[in-house]
C-alpha cells in the first residue's frame, strides 16, 4: 500500500521566473535538470531539507490554471514552518505578499497563504 507522497509535480508559466522563486525566495535545491528536446520542456527536481518533493516543469503554451475563485482538484501546497513569523519577514523581503495570519479554528496553529509566479495557492503553517 502507500507508504508516502513521493512529490508533487507543478507546471509553470515561465520556467526562468519559477526556478528562481522555488530556489532563491522558498529555498529549495535544485538536485537535477533535464531539458527534453523532443517536448521543449524543462524538468527540475527539488529537495527540502534533502527529501524529494517537487518536479518543476515547463511546457509551451500551457493554460494557466484558476486559483481564484477556488476550483475543484488540489487547493494548495503546505510547507511547515517553525517560526512563521520569521518566515512570513524573509518572503516579504524578498517580495513576496503573505495574506494576514489566521489561526486553525481545530488545531490552534497559524498559518497564512502566499503564491508562487503561476498564482498558484501555497501555504506557510506552523507547528
Known amino acids: ?29 535544485a538536485v537535477r535538470e533535464v531539458y527534453r528536446a523532443e517536448r521543449q520542456s524543462y524538468k527540475l527536481d527539488l529537495t527540502l531539507n534533502g527529501e524529494y518533493i517537487i518536479e518543476l516543469f515547463s511546457f509551451p503554451g500551457a493554460p494557466p490554471r484558476p486559483s481564484r475563485p477556488e476550483a475543484q482538484g488540489m487547493r494548495h501546497l503546505a510547507f511547515e514552518v517553525e517560526d512563521i513569523d520569521a518566515a512570513i519577514a524573509d518572503l516579504t523581503s524578498k517580495g513576496v505578499e503573505t495574506e494576514p495570519v489566521r489561526i486553525d479554528p481545530y488545531t490552534e496553529k497559524r498559518f497564512t497563504f502566499f503564491a508562487d509566479p503561476d498564482g498558484l495557492p501555497l501555504e ?3 507547528q
Open 1 to 29: 500500500m502507500l507508504k508516502k507522497v513521493h512529490h508533487i509535480a507543478i507546471i509553470c508559466g515561465d520556467y526562468e521566473r519559477s526556478k528562481h522563486f522555488y530556489t532563491e525566495v522558498l529555498g529549495l535545491n
Open 124 to 126: 506557510l503553517y506552523e
